[in-house]
């Protein structure tokens, strides 16, 4: 068949939509077979999700609350960014459903809870091929209101009823993700609901810190992986982009994508903090800093750096400095236990960091006069923060107060990371020239226990002598 005759007509205009020509519609409707598909879930999130919508039930009672998961931003034109849903959406209902809306409304002795689900539009539905966000023809067989039900153990109903209650959701406190939801029915997007979530998340319950353990596991594994890989970014000069690609792909496979941006950064692209370009070279006896997470499928994540030799061997200067990080590593470390104040780790290991740099003459203050308030020298080289909870996201629960955060006791159940590091530009006029363009971080994801803390990515070494054994067995058995 030829198209040249509709050419002409058409001209100057768009090409004819096929959902416009009912003959194509009438045909593309008929004679498919039903696919029955079953919502994929990390077993164990529908009680997790459960338990959290209670809790947060209770943080707000007689409060009606919506949340949502969202919509993936515009990439360019038609195309979006992947899709991630929000992680407090995630955290009460454990759906991970594009444009899907939580609302709990109170009743005596709690709230109930109703998911709006964007139904799949199904052979024989308008949508089918005419919406390419939710027909099947474009995003495949896809379950269905009643599986998401069965499956997440709560009221699921089709998002376009939702319409129907809009007037009872004015005044409710919505998430910042549910914001243009609440622009148009006059709730309130609010600062308590997120503080309220984001202190609710800072314990993490068994079943979030075994989803914790498998995404570090999971990391653990993806960092030997790029260490195999090393050799062969420098001898063929692939550099710092294959070793990201490494690592995004491992984390895609066996998780469900890196936590955030991964940082590969080698010789002087190691002291830059969110070195995400990653588009050096590996230099090959430099040390190479390895910042990466791999984000589960239930959407927890990961959040480790180790900053390895790329020869196996650190030079002296490199030495030098990753001792004096595992030093600050170890004193932060330490003081992560129960009853303990969040920020303590912090100012123990900010001390050894500054009395390290003392000794190197580095320092145009005092100690003293550095760790004061008033001063920070020391802060030159080191201008982030050491530590966050983490969680569904990487720096979780980032909108409680001080109080309940950085001025909180440590209790069971909270994962936080301990992240010290010395970060030495290249140019930088303050430093000798052996210590420019050196980077190092050691960061490891610690949970809190009852009596004190385990260190959940201790398998990767963290003392240089072991960094190096790790690194060159490393080297030596590359990836087949
Ligand atoms: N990778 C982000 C962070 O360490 O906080
Ligand atoms: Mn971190
Ligand atoms: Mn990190």
Request: proline share 6%.
């Amino acid at each position: 068949m030829t198209e040249t005759g509709i050419r002409p007509p058409y001209a100057g205009s768009r090409y004819p939509r096929l959902a416009q020509i009912p003959a194509f519609t009438e045909c593309i409707a008929r004679d498919w077979d039903t696919v029955p598909v079953f919502p994929d879930l990390v077993a164990g999130t529908a009680e997790a999700a459960a338990a959290h919508r209670d809790r947060l039930s209770a943080a707000l009672p007689g409060r009606t609350v919506v949340a949502s998961a969202g919509t993936a931003p515009v990439r360019n034109d038609d195309s979006n960014y992947g899709f991630r849903a929000d992680s407090s959406f995630v955290w009460l209902t454990g759906c991970q459903s594009e444009d899907a809306v939580l609302v709990m409304t109170p009743r005596a002795g709690g709230h109930d809870a109703v998911l709006y689900i964007p139904a799949p539009f199904r052979p024989g539905d308008d949508g089918f091929f005419s919406n390419a966000a939710h027909g099947e023809l474009w995003v495949g067989p896809s379950a269905g209101l009643p599986e998401w039900a069965d499956a997440l153990g709560i009221a699921v109903q089709p998002l376009s009823a939702l319409s129907a209650r809009e007037s009872e959701l004015r005044g409710a406190f919505a998430s910042r993700a549910a914001a243009s939801l609440a622009a148009r029915v006059g709730a309130e997007v609010s600062d308590e609901l997120e503080r309220t979530l984001s202190n609710l998340r800072m314990v993490k319950d068994d079943w979030e810190v075994g989803q914790l353990r498998d995404a570090v596991d999971a990391s653990v594994a993806g960092f030997a992986a790029v260490a195999r890989e090393v050799p062969r970014a420098i001898a063929e000069g692939l550099g710092e982009r294959w070793l990201q690609g490494t690592f995004d792909r491992h984390a895609r496979t066996f998780g469900n994508g890196p936590g955030y941006s991964t940082i590969v950064g080698s010789g002087g692209h190691a002291p830059i903090l969110h070195w995400v370009r990653c588009d050096g070279p590996i230099v090959p006896h430099a040390a190479l800093l390895l910042d990466m997470g791999v984000e589960a499928r239930s959407l927890y994540t990961a959040d480790v750096t180790r900053t390895i030799p790329a020869s196996g061997t650190f030079s002296t200067a490199q030495r030098e400095v990753h001792d004096l990080v595992e030093r600050a590593h170890r004193a932060g470390l330490a003081l992560i236990r129960p009853g303990v104040e969040y920020l303590d780790f912090h100012f123990a290991a900010m001390e050894v960091i500054a009395q390290g740099l003392h000794d190197w003459g580095l320092l145009p203050v005092s100690v003293d006069e550095a760790l004061s308030p008033q001063g920070q020298h020391h802060r030159r080289y080191l201008a982030c923060g050491i530590g966050h909870h983490l969680g569904l996201d990487v720096h979780d629960c980032s909108q409680s107060h001080y109080e309940d955060y950085m001025g909180a006791d440590l209790v069971p159940g909270v994962v936080m990371t301990v992240e010290p590091g010395l970060y030495f530009h290249q140019h930088d006029l303050t430093l000798p020239p052996e210590l420019r363009g050196i980077g190092v971080r050691l960061e490891d994801d610690v949970l809190v226990t009852a009596r004190g803390s385990e260190v959940l990515s201790a398998a990767l070494p963290i003392d240089a002598a072991g960094v190096e054994a790790w690194t060159l067995d490393k080297l030596e058995t590359p990836n087949r």
